[in-house]
């Protein structure tokens, strides 16, 4: 049984990759190997953040990750997003947060949603496709040392791939339909090749822009042999980290689904490094271009 990830990668023309700050730790995080996920140290993906959507109950509830890539911008899974492209005022982002149901750790801050921008290919041909968003907050950021932006990768050479291992963060449950863990938990997976997730998943359910990793057994969420994400992941970054110590988003948690065992296999949606025919550009302070599954930010082009 492979514990199997999809991750949707992530290009940028210009300032966005080349931020000089970008992809760094001021607090280290663990990167020992162990089995398994566990308890990250605190604030030390400082990239990640909690997406919360008022359900219309007074509160502001998880429903999925994210991650900075920007002082303005928030990058995250397109099912996270579906059918509210519309309602931004219906997302909240926190950013500097470590324990998901502690409001008030010392230097949280919480953003509105100004625009919501899906991949257009979203769903096809499959139903997790293209499966990547970008969300504009209301507010700029203020990096600090809990707060800071990832690399987004501008070229083929900035994805770590086979023969590397990525680290996947986020409040997921820790078992299956179980609760989410109040504190950030980070696991560490391998890349696979396609050939591995084909034979798992069938060719049904995999495309080309889909990418695999993971690691044989079951998941981590049930903390056994096996190293994946877990429920309520989804949208969060993979995170590979590269010779100049900083650290480039590869991918980001996408789906899963029960296989025969009752194992919980989550996936982070890939997508294949393509250049091809530019399908939408969005005109703001940014022009936002999504070329096949990728999203392309340019600064002032």
């Given at each position: 049984?492979?514990?199997?990830?999809?991750?949707?990668?992530?290009?940028?023309?210009?300032?966005?990759?080349?931020?000089?700050?970008?992809?760094?730790?001021?607090?280290?995080?663990?990167?020992?190997?162990?089995?398994?996920?566990?308890?990250?140290?605190?604030?030390?993906?400082?990239?990640?953040?909690?997406?919360?959507?008022?359900?219309?109950?007074?509160?502001?509830?998880?429903?999925?990750?994210?991650?900075?890539?920007?002082?303005?911008?928030?990058?995250?899974?397109?099912?996270?997003?579906?059918?509210?492209?519309?309602?931004?005022?219906?997302?909240?982002?926190?950013?500097?947060?470590?324990?998901?149901?502690?409001?008030?750790?010392?230097?949280?801050?919480v953003f509105n949603v100004s625009q919501v921008f899906k991949n257009p290919q979203y769903g096809s041909p499959h139903q997790f496709s293209h499966d990547i968003s970008l969300l504009k907050l209301s507010g700029k950021i203020t990096f600090t040392n809990h707060i800071q932006p990832v690399c987004v990768p501008k070229n083929v050479s900035d994805i770590v791939h086979k023969g590397k291992s990525a680290y996947v963060t986020g409040w997921g449950a820790t078992s299956e339909d179980g609760p989410v863990s109040d504190k950030l938990r980070q696991v560490q997976v391998p890349f696979l090749d396609m050939s591995e997730c084909t034979k798992e998943y069938g060719s049904s359910e995999i495309d080309d822009t889909m990418e695999c990793a993971g690691k044989q057994g079951v998941d981590s969420c049930q903390g056994d042999s096996g190293v994946d994400s877990c429920q309520g992941d989804s949208g969060g970054p993979l995170v590979t980290k590269h010779t100049d110590g900083r650290w480039f988003q590869a991918g980001i948690v996408s789906w899963g689904q029960k296989k025969a065992t009752q194992v919980y296999i989550p996936v982070h949606q890939p997508t294949v490094i393509s250049s091809k025919k530019l399908l939408v550009m969005i005109s703001v302070n940014k022009q936002i271009c999504l070329l096949k599954s990728l999203f392309i930010v340019f600064y002032n082009f």
């Open positions: 049984m492979f514990s199997l990830i999809f991750i949707a990668g992530v290009f940028v023309s210009t300032s966005l990759a080349a931020l000089p700050d970008c992809g760094k730790t001021p607090i280290p995080p663990d990167e020992s190997r162990i089995v398994g996920g566990k308890i990250a140290k605190a604030y030390s993906w400082p990239w990640q953040v909690e997406m919360c959507m008022d359900y219309g109950w007074g509160s502001c509830d998880l429903r999925c990750g994210g991650t900075i890539i920007d002082e303005q911008w928030i990058m995250s899974a397109a099912h996270c997003v579906d059918g509210y492209e519309d309602q931004p005022g219906s997302f909240g982002i926190k950013v500097g947060t470590y324990n998901y149901n502690d409001n008030n750790e010392t230097g949280e801050v």
